[in-house]
Every structure is written in C-alpha cells, then in structure tokens.
C-alpha cells in the first residue's frame, strides 16, 4: 500500500494530454486588455490554439501570427516579426500591448526576438506610430521543452516584468494570480474577496471571456487586466499564486525585486483548500472572514454530507489535467473519502519530486496510487484495458472522452479544453461554491451510470 511518483517508462507520447507552451502564452496574451499577441512560427501554432479556445469557449479570440514559411526556416525570420507588428499596429489602433511568442522552428533558428524588440523600439515605433502607446513584451516558449503549462507561468512573469513599477506608497491590493481557471473560477474568487471587503488586482480578470450577444453586434473575447493593473503590482501588499505551476514565477518576482511578500497556494479545491486560502488573505489582508462565508460554507458542507458517505465513499478515481488542478482534485476527493487511485501529470516537470502536496500524499495514503509524470492517455487506456484498473469515475477534459466511452466508465469533464459538454466554463471548481458544484456533479455522473447499468439504482427511489 504505497503513493508512488514516476516517470512515465516509454519514450515518445501517444495520444498528448497536454498542448505546448506558445499556447499557455496565447492563454495569458488574451487576459490583457488592449493586447494582441503575435505568435513568431507557423500559422498552425495560431490556428489549432485558437481553435481550442473557440471550441473550450464558444468565443472568438484575436491572435496574430508571424506567419513563418520555408524560407524563412531556412534563413531566418525576423523581418515577419517587424512587418507582423507594423501590420497589427496599423490594422488595430486600440492594441498598446503585443507580446512576441516564439515556437519550437523560431527558437531552433536562433530568431533574436529580444533584439528585434530593441530595433522595433528604436525605429518604427519612434518613426512611425510616435506618441502612442505600444509596449512590446518577448516570451521565449519554444515547443520542445516544457507545456502549456509551462508557456503560461513564463507568460504571466513575462507581463509582471514588463509592467511592475515600485512607487513609494503601497496601493493596498492583494495581487491574487489565478492560474489556468475558467470564468466561473474568477466570479467565485472575486465574490470570496469582495465578501472580505479585500480590494485586489486579479491576474486575469477573465470573466468578460463569456461575451454577451448584443443587438449591435457579436465581439471579440478578451481579458480585462490593464497595464495600470500589472504596473501596480509591485505595489501590493501581497501575492497570492493560487496554482504553483501557473504564475508561481511571477510571484516569486515580484517577492525577489520589490520586497512584495508572496503566498503559493494552495489551488482552493475543495473545503480544505478554500479555508487555507481565507486564512491567508487574512493573513495578507487584516481582514475578518464575514459570518457570510461561514454561511456558505456550511451549506457547502451540508451538501456534501448528503451524498458522500452513501455514493462516493470508496469509489476509485482517475484523474488527468492541468498538474494544480489534478493535485487539488485529488485532494478533494480525498476529503470526501474516495479513492484516487491514478494521477496523470502530462510533462515532465522537476519540481514534482519536492511538490510539499505530492510528499504529503506520498505519506498519507494508505491504498495503492500512481502519479505519472510525463504521462499520456495510454498510461491510462493500457491500466483499464490490459492492466485490470477498475475505476468508477474519470476527472479530466474532453480529450480523454474516447477512453472513458470505450471503456463504458463515468465520466465528468473538468478542465481544458472541455468542448463536448455546454456551458462548463461558467461553473466554478474553487471557493465553497465550486466544492458543492464538484461534489453534486461527480455524484450525478454516477447516478446516471447507476441507471445505464441498473447498478442498485433503487437505491436512488430511496435516497
């Protein structure tokens, strides 16, 4: 009876369960108001990214693409870059940020993006759109190390580097770095706070990604952090990075060069984790948690009680994902006396081994676990099929749904991208809100299997 951390044993990746970095950095780019990155590489590095989001999100976002051809491979490519941000500038006279994203051809090419910056600086900018606003941010996110995961947390230390200015009085926010979160994630998170009466910049504020339909016409997704909001993040009182892997970076930057103080985690999956995180903003703040939360929190837990115990106690779970989000449903489902039995971690990070999360479940659990690292969708296809798993639910995106169909096992789609269920981006995973929604929605997803499969599904008359 042991929780074991290892590497995926085979080379090469079937069936990836993450995407590559120039994509968390697409992510990051599109939180930000008035920006339109540019992805130096291929079109292809634009097009199936955006067409992710579309499809997670049923929205349209704008990213522009240096469009890289042969010859370009071959002989280098930076005149793309000078002609994609004179094209966007001249097309687009809202845009004032623009990050320059490499890709796995520009990197392998030695494209020197941060001296094309410097060069756009000093001549086009000056000579042809001077006195505007145009700041231009590099993000070196070559595809062939790391993940998306990894594009994101060097995007979102990218953008506080670029922006973060000290003054000499604090602005008496808390910074609070959400991570790779949905929507619903930010409504839930900005409703905690603003019950704790804590004014805070939200890295990023992301909400306005569920675009209303108007009688004047359909617009463009984007993010709503400004450049005002990321400037004055040297001058919070604290940070608080929600997901280590997804902005850790740049709250440890802005710990390191302004002396602003920094909290990591943990991801407020769950009961547990979301108590954690209010005593930390309490911590940060001074502020009292309100009777309110008390209240929401009990109703939370209410809800839970009402179906752990008698559905999903002991039921075995595999789960896959975004490594924060994976480490902090496992948690949950800890909590709520279910057996985590298989955790899929989708690259090859280092930092896992000293993970204080993954050690703690090292030491705790008394049932056999696996985390993989490096995993793939076989590891998980090759355990049900020709390994014996018995599972009763699978956690994770829509990527995974042939498996779970295959196989005839239960399924709730939780993370990115999740594009054949309708509307989940709405619905928070965090705070007490997002424990009651999980918990009610993994137990309805094995009612249903109860009926499909006439498993005890008398016991649901009863109920």
């Known amino acids: 009876m042991s929780c074991e951390l290892k590497q995926k044993e085979r080379a090469g990746i079937i069936n990836p369960i993450f995407t590559c970095q120039p994509c968390g950095a697409q992510y990051a780019s599109i939180g930000v108001k008035d920006c339109i990155g540019i992805v130096h590489g291929g079109q292809g590095c634009v097009m199936f990214v955006r067409l992710l989001f579309s499809q997670h999100f049923k929205e349209s976002f704008e990213i522009a693409s240096s469009s890289l051809h042969e010859d370009g491979a071959v002989f280098g490519a930076l005149n793309r870059v000078e002609e994609a941000v004179d094209v966007l500038l001249m097309r687009y006279p809202h845009v004032k940020v623009i990050p320059i994203i490499t890709t796995c051809s520009t990197e392998i090419i030695g494209d020197d993006i941060d001296g094309v910056i410097t060069k756009l600086n000093k001549g086009l900018l000056k000579e042809k759109y001077a006195g505007r606003e145009v700041h231009l941010v590099p993000m ?3 595809s062939f190390k790391g993940s998306m995961i990894s594009g994101y947390d060097v995007a979102v230390e990218e953008f506080v580097k670029a922006f973060a200015k000290k003054e000499d009085v604090s602005n008496e926010k808390l910074n609070l770095i959400t991570g790779w979160v949905n929507p619903g994630d930010v409504t839930a998170l900005k409703h905690l706070l603003s019950e704790m009466e804590v004014d805070a910049t939200v890295l990023f504020e992301i909400e306005s990604f569920d675009s209303p339909l108007m009688p004047d016409g359909n617009a463009t997704s984007h993010g709503n952090t400004t450049i005002a909001d990321l400037t004055g993040t040297a001058n919070a009182i604290g940070t608080i990075a929600l997901n280590r892997y997804e902005g850790g970076k740049a709250a440890e930057y802005l710990q390191n060069e302004f002396g602003v103080p920094m909290i ?19 911590k940060m703040t001074g502020k009292s948690i309100p009777k309110s939360l008390a209240f929401e929190r009990g109703i939370a837990i209410d809800a839970l009680s009402d179906i752990t115990h008698m559905f999903l106690a002991g039921k075995k779970v595999a789960i896959y994902g975004n490594p924060d989000l994976v480490i902090g449903l496992a948690e949950f489902c800890l909590d709520l006396e279910m057996k985590p039995v298989l955790l899929l971690l989708g690259d090859d990070n280092k930092g896992y081994k000293k993970d204080p999360r993954i050690m703690a479940l090292k030491e705790n659990v008394d049932y056999d676990m696996e985390i993989i690292t490096n995993a793939d969708f076989w590891e998980l296809e090759n355990r049900i099929k020709n390994e014996g798993l018995e599972l009763d639910l699978i ?5 995974g749904r042939y498996i779970a169909i295959d196989n005839n096992i239960p399924m709730l789609r939780v993370g990115f991208p999740t594009y054949d269920r309708a509307g989940m981006y709405r ?4 705070g007490y809100a997002g424990a009651m929604w999980l918990g009610e929605q993994m137990a309805n997803t094995i009612f249903t299997d109860m009926e499909y499969k006439k498993n005890k599904e008398w016991v649901l008359n009863v109920w």
């Open 140 to 142: 070196h996110t070559p």
């Open 264 to 282: 990591l985690g943990p991801t407020p999956i769950g009961i547990r984790n979301t108590d954690i995180f209010l005593q930390n903003v309490k």
């Open 395 to 399: 956690l994770g995106h829509s990527k």
């Open 427 to 430: 619905y928070p995973v965090v």
